[in-house]
């Protein structure tokens, strides 16, 4: 049974708080894991989380509870550390009503099993010697917002997931290539199989890499390095701190002309109708043609900017305050497939798969490449290894050669392919 947010609100107020506000996530997923080719384990897992915050004499204390709780007992925990805690603006949302209708299917634990064997099937039918471990999983999320305002939102999540792993040893030759997809109705492996299949192939044999100052392509799951980045320099919250590089540039041109990023919170399969302080998400245009449109924020961030909330606070966790964080990011694509971006460079070197960091606000990275291919006169000729690409993501980014059409999801960031010049690779 899960705990009851009206009977914690009331609770709060009667305590002594003047406002309050229950967040509460609930979650049930059931996995289906495969290991070496075999079914390994099948499993159910049920979760509640619920954060209580509250404001006393203006004072702020948050306490949160995993599973069934004493209601009593929260309240109490909350309004102690609220006496620990200075005065504080009070960052509440208004009075509304929404409740969404469950978006998703369901799709059972012995249809999982079937699509999982099926798709292992035909990898190994291609290679056999290969090692496939995967993960398919159905999972349910209910996620709850009330307040002491009359605020209550609530949205029901289902999603159907699956990662697939395709480990190769030869002698001392370790190839570990991974993959997978996010989605709303159905599981249709075919097109992540095939992505996997190619990938392997490119990597058969063992080439030296380029080094030098060369053109790098970027694949969809590493570009996502580079969105990282500039994410975080489009954040109200490193405005505000003033650490952002482009806190100053509104307006101005950022990186190349070709690139127009957006935020589209109704996009599938990531859709999200409002952020966790119960605004409502919404279109945002955060780069036009290179130039910078917007920054987004929480309510306390655009507070201080006098912008007022994009809706964007999102909880790092039950435990933390909503941070401004976006929704679906995604890049307005080119034109052309990975091998059409390829087929223009005659001397260069793919990215795929990387180990190490992600790149600072400062944009300086250093990466080992975990899976990368070396391009010789338009054509993949090999993988390379023991790799390095270093360079600045700001001064990589306005250096664009070219923009792909080959649009993927990775996680909640829609983009293709790119070909960027002003990086380092070393061997």
């Known amino acids: 049974m899960k705990n009851d947010p009206e009977q914690l609100i009331e609770l709060a107020l009667k305590a002594g708080a003047t406002h309050a506000e229950v967040y509460q996530s609930r979650s049930l997923s059931r996995p289906v894991s495969f290991e ?16 209580l915050r509250l404001w006393r004499e203006g004072c702020p204390g948050l306490a949160v509870a995993y599973g069934k709780v004493e209601p009593e007992a929260l309240v109490e925990k909350a309004i102690a550390i609220s006496q620990l805690n200075p005065p504080e603006t009070i960052e509440i949302g208004s009075a509304r009503t929404e409740i969404h209708p469950p978006v998703g299917k369901e799709i059972g634990v012995k249809e999982l099993i079937e699509i999982g064997k099926e798709a292992i099937a035909q990898i190994r039918e291609i290679y056999p010697e290969v090692l496939c471990n995967a993960e398919f999983e159905c999972e349910t999320d209910i996620t709850t917002l009330i307040n002491s305002q009359g605020l209550h939102c609530e949205y029901t999540d289902i999603s159907l997931s699956y990662s697939l792993g395709v480990e190769w040893v030869r002698g001392e030759d370790f190839l570990g290539v991974y993959d997978g997809e996010y ?13 996997i299949l190619q990938r392997i192939q490119w990597a058969e044999s063992n080439v030296s890499p380029p080094v030098g100052k060369i053109p790098v392509v970027f694949t969809p799951d590493a570009a996502t390095m580079l969105w990282a980045t500039v994410s975080d320099a489009l954040s109200g919250k490193r405005v505000v701190e003033g650490s952002s590089p482009w806190s ?30 119960g605004t409502p998400t919404k279109f945002l245009s955060l780069i036009t043609q290179g130039r910078l449109e917007q920054f987004y924020s929480d309510r306390a961030t655009g507070r ?5 909330s994009t809706g964007n606070g999102f909880r790092p966790s039950l435990g933390r305050y909503p941070t401004p964080d976006l929704v679906n990011l995604l890049v307005e694509p080119g034109q052309g497939s990975l091998i059409d971006l390829v087929s223009q460079l005659d001397l260069g070197l793919i990215v795929d798969q990387m180990l190490g960091d992600d790149a600072d606000i400062s944009g300086d990275f250093s990466i080992n490449l975990d899976l990368g291919y070396r391009v010789e006169k338009g054509k993949i000729v090999g993988r390379v290894k023991d790799t390095m690409v270093a360079g600045n993501i700001y001064t990589a980014l306005k ?6 059409g080959d649009l ?14 002003g990086l380092s690779v070393v061997a």
């Open 399 to 404: 250096q664009l050669i070219a923009l792909g």
């Open 304 to 308: 201080i900017l006098g912008t007022g």
């Open 248 to 277: 100053e540039l509104k307006g101005e041109l950022v990186v190349s002309d070709r690139l127009t990023l957006s935020q589209q919170p109704d996009r599938k399969p990531y859709e999200c109708p409002f952020d966790d302080e």
């Open 36 to 51: 070496a080719n075999r079914l390994k384990q099948l499993e159910s897992s049920q979760s509640e989380g619920t954060a």
């Open 408 to 421: 993927k999801w990775n996680g909640s960031c829609y983009t293709p392919s790119l070909i960027v010049e």
């Open 183 to 195: 989605t709303r109705d159905r599981l249709n492996t075919e097109t992540v199989i095939q992505q």
